[in-house]
């Protein structure tokens, strides 16, 4: 007896690997297509859109490794997208709009690394003498928020922000006092 293996499994696909994909998105991609040709006069203006994804994600995720997902998820985005076919406008926006985003968030960690001040790890109570940078009124809270910058003390970032209610104010507080 002569056993020689199906013949299918070894040879290539006959068929379209998109053939399985579901049909309505080939109905929509026309139509997208379409309704981005005649807003083509205001698809520029998702450029900031795409940058300020970037930054607002930047503050809505909780640390570095979720920064860094999200880099990767919005370049994977732009290169998902550099499989459709090369004159969509969808590509061209998918594209753009992935790397932008990427760079909005990439911009807004660079430069927390470059300005920012290291947060403490826990709330402090310590007494400190320094010198007012700012003094802002917040009345939907209740309190005055003073900036300040501690004077010759090292294990103090270089800016702390103080919350005094209104009541317990001292009078002549303000900058550089």
Same mark, same amino acid.
């Given at each position: 007896?002569?056993? $020689?293996?199906?013949?299918?499994?070894?040879?290539?696909?006959? $068929? *379209?690997?998109?053939?399985?994909?579901?049909?309505?998105?080939?109905?929509?991609?026309?139509?997208?297509?379409?309704?981005?040709?005649?807003?083509?006069?205001?698809?520029?203006?998702?450029?900031?859109?795409?940058?300020?994804?970037?930054?607002?994600?930047?503050?809505? !995720?909780?640390?570095?490794?979720?920064?860094?997902?999200? *880099?990767?998820?919005?370049?994977? !985005?732009?290169?998902?997208? *550099?499989? %459709?076919?090369?004159?969509?406008? !969808?590509?061209? %926006?998918?594209?753009?709009?992935? /790397?932008?985003? *990427? !760079? &909005?968030? /990439? /911009?807004?960690? &660079?430069?927390? /690394?470059? #300005?920012?001040?290291?947060?403490? $790890?826990?709330?402090?109570? $310590?007494? %400190?003498?320094?010198?007012?940078?700012?003094?802002?009124?917040?009345?939907?809270?209740?309190?005055?928020?003073? %900036?300040?910058?501690?004077?010759?003390?090292?294990? #103090?970032?270089?800016?702390?922000?103080?919350?005094? +209610?209104?009541?317990?104010?001292?009078?002549? #507080? &303000? +900058?550089? +006092?």
């Amino acid at each position: 007896m002569n056993a $020689t293996p199906p013949s299918m499994a070894f040879e290539p696909r006959q $068929t *379209c690997a998109g053939e399985s994909a579901n049909p309505v998105v080939f109905r929509a991609f026309p139509a997208v297509e379409a309704w981005l040709e005649s807003q083509r006069e205001q698809v520029g203006l998702w450029a900031p859109v795409a940058l300020g994804a970037g930054i607002a994600a930047w503050f809505a !995720l909780p640390d570095r490794a979720a920064w860094l997902g999200f *880099c990767c998820l919005a370049l994977g !985005l732009a290169c998902a997208a *550099c499989l %459709m076919p090369r004159e969509s406008r !969808l590509r061209q %926006m998918l594209v753009i709009g992935g /790397l932008l985003a *990427c !760079l &909005g968030c /990439l /911009l807004i960690w &660079g430069k927390a /690394l470059l #300005l920012g001040q290291p947060p403490l $790890t826990r709330p402090v109570f $310590t007494e %400190m003498a320094g010198e007012v940078r700012s003094v802002a009124a917040m009345p939907a809270q209740g309190v005055v928020r003073a %900036m300040v910058r501690p004077l010759d003390r090292g294990d #103090l970032p270089q800016a702390i922000r103080v919350n005094i +209610r209104e009541g317990d104010v001292p009078t002549g #507080l &303000g +900058r550089g +006092r």
